[in-house]
């Protein structure tokens, strides 16, 4: 049983940076994909970034070239490092993980997927 714990949420300014991080209790070589989603107020959840077993990464359009994910076997944590914070950034920041095996590109960020979540943290970014 993966239990996950996300930290890092905070308050910043628009053009800020923030690190999340979610450490797991597992065996990360068990989880074909980890994943950080997040949900704004009023909106449906939306994935943001997945890394896969190999390392290989997914963004959201909005979040390339500004949000990198990445993960450190060792210490059972997936990371987001966020820069170049916007308002639209704002939300509840998840991680989730997948266990069954490799999905289809366009299912990375399909939330019925995931088979465990983390409580979550929030992140307010203010213009």
């Known amino acids: 049983q993966e239990q996950l714990m996300e930290s890092g949420g905070a308050s910043v300014q628009a053009g800020g940076s923030l690190t999340l991080t979610c450490t797991g209790t597992?065996?990360?070589?068990?989880?074909?994909?980890m994943t950080w989603f997040r949900q704004a107020p009023g909106k449906e959840r939306e994935g943001v970034a997945s890394?896969?077993?190999?390392?290989?990464?997914h963004y959201v359009d909005s979040v390339k070239g500004r949000f990198t994910i990445s993960k450190d076997n060792a210490e059972k944590s997936l990371y987001l490092r966020m820069s170049s914070l916007k308002a639209e950034d704002t939300g509840t920041y998840y991680c989730?993980?997948?266990?069954?095996?490799?999905?289809?590109?366009?299912?990375?960020?399909?939330?019925?997927?995931?088979?465990?979540w983390g409580q979550g943290t929030q992140v307010t970014v203010s213009s």
């Open positions: 890394v896969d077993r190999d390392g290989r990464t």
């Open positions: 989730a993980v997948y266990t069954f095996g490799w999905l289809p590109i366009p299912f990375v960020f399909n939330d019925e997927k995931y088979n465990y």
């Open positions: 597992g065996d990360q070589n068990n989880n074909y994909y």
